[in-house]
């Protein structure tokens, strides 16, 4: 289970929120693992009950174990693993965090391929351009890797396993089975890559982590009508919160102009000028 690139091969880019926790919402912590967000959420603060959201960058399991014991204790573990999507930045840590924990992941029936070593995703398109990232992106693991039984598809009736506040609602386009979560009381939304508020492409606004909501990082995603169609989906749910796989989380009137903004100009904003996904 360990001969795999998407979960092996550190990537040496860090940006000036690494290892930061933010309390984003209530009872939803989002920390930054060098480029990328995982998320903490409590289900059952009685019950000291809490479940990951993501696994970071590879090589980052110390990192968010730390994170862990450091909002819920010594030797704490989640109840579950929820993945919005199986890219390497999403799943860099997962292999070793479920041979440490031994909790059932759960993601997208879509998905699962990817996560079963049946199905490498698309190589990177480094032709979209829009700054360093993207050109560096063939360097990017794209490696679907194996999590054999751990892995689960999320229930079809939109409920998540460990998480009953929460549902699952599919955003593809960045990858096929591509979710984002939602709690509906009051409107809290874990985007994941669906749309994100740091311009991925950019090696300087990533470093800086400069707030810019855009889509999905482009240089990864390869269904642009589907990108589109899910960051409509999202924006009609009228988050007040918004955490995603990438940047600083966005609250209140700033996400609701910025989303609506992506929404009304997302060919302009979203989908790149020119690459081998765009006219697919």
């Known amino acids: 289970m360990h001969e795999n ?24 912590y989002a920390f930054t693992v060098q480029i990328v ?7 059952n603060t009685a019950a000291g009950e809490w479940v990951l959201v993501d696994a970071g960058m590879p090589k980052s399991e110390e990192k968010i ?11 704490a573990k989640p109840k579950a693993i929820i993945l919005t999507h199986g890219h390497f930045d999403h799943v860099g840590a997962i292999i070793d965090l479920v041979e440490k924990w031994n909790v059932p992941v759960f993601a997208h029936e ?5 996560l079963t ?5 698309p190589e990177p398109d480094p032709s979209v351009e829009g700054g360093l990232i993207a050109k560096m992106s063939p360097l990017f693991p794209h490696e679907g890797i194996d999590l054999g039984a751990h892995v689960q598809p999320l229930p079809a009736d939109g409920t998540v396993p460990a998480m009953p506040e929460w549902k699952w609602i599919h955003t593809p386009g960045h990858t096929p089975g591509h979710i984002s979560l939602f709690r509906e009381n009051d409107k809290i939304l874990i985007a994941g890559d669906a749309f994100v508020t740091v311009k991925q492409e950019s090696l300087y606004k990533v470093l800086t982590q400069e707030q ?9 995603t390869t269904d642009w009508n589907a990108a589109r169609s899910s960051v409509q989906t999202l924006q009609k ?27 009304q100009n997302f060919d302009s904003i979203a989908i790149p000028e020119h690459g081998k996904y765009v006219d697919e």
């Open 5 to 28: 690139s998407s979960t092996e091969r550190y990537m040496p880019v860090t940006s000036s929120t690494s290892g930061m926790i933010q309390n984003a919402a209530d009872g939803v």
């Open 237 to 263: 749910l009228d988050p007040y919160v918004a955490i995603t796989g990438h940047g600083i989380p966005m609250a209140a009137a700033e996400l609701e102009e910025n989303l609506l903004m992506l929404v």
């Open 65 to 75: 174990m730390e994170a862990a014991e450091e909002l819920f204790g010594k030797g």
């Open 212 to 220: 810019e909501i855009s889509g999905p990082p482009k240089y990864l």
């Open 117 to 121: 070593g049946q199905k490498n995703y």
């Open 37 to 43: 967000n995982v998320c903490f959420v409590v289900t």
């Open 110 to 114: 879509l998905e699962i391929p990817y």
